[in-house]
């Protein structure tokens, strides 16, 4: 199994990367810094952007599947997936007629992403969510995430976008509720670890495939 992975020295990427090469797959990883990568010695790592086709091209090549853990890293206007989302799909496209086209790709979203994401939640903190959290505090990732949404939900890829609430970096609890509609009620943060889990069973799993996932405690 070859796995392409973008957002690898991020903390979802990081761990998803671990997983990878814990069952035995070949992981390549594009990385603006490899040398700074802590796993650079298992990886196969490409220097270069994920604005930039080329080495976007060069990271899918042979994958089985690709993985994307990119977002922002702050909370101000970066426009990392409105930029990077379009080169993946378009390499992934460019597979198309070769003998082994890169078709599976899943990547970590966000609850904010759909305007119905909140319909199952209690309507006082469906207000406050959407108006303090996602229309303030979060505009501009929300922002982002909505982009990512239209660009995967309209290629022909076989995506899946697993959409968690707040991550948290403690341990993986195991337990966790899934719903393709809406966030579960009162979900309201996860363990990465957790959706790490989740996104890597859906390498085998064909549930979800062209769909978006809710996924939260």
Known sequence: MKVAIFGASGATGR???RRSLDAGYEVTALLRKPGEFALRDR???????????APVRETIEGADVVFSALGANSLKKEDVLERAVPQI???MQQTASEAK?????IVLGSAGALPSSLDKQPAWRRWIVQNIVYNTFLKWPVASQISQWNNISHSNLDWTMVMPPMLTNTPANGHYRIDGDAL?????????E???DFMMQQI???QWVRKGVYISL
């Open 15 to 17: 761990l998803l990367t």
């Open 43 to 53: 990886v196969h790592t490409v220097q270069g952007s994920a604005f930039e086709l």
């Open 89 to 91: 799909i378009s390499a």
């Open 101 to 105: 086209p890169v078709r599976r790709l």
């Open 184 to 192: 579960p009620r009162n979900g309201s943060r996860i363990s990465r």
């Open 194 to 196: 957790d959706v790490a």
């Open 204 to 206: 085998t799993s064909p």
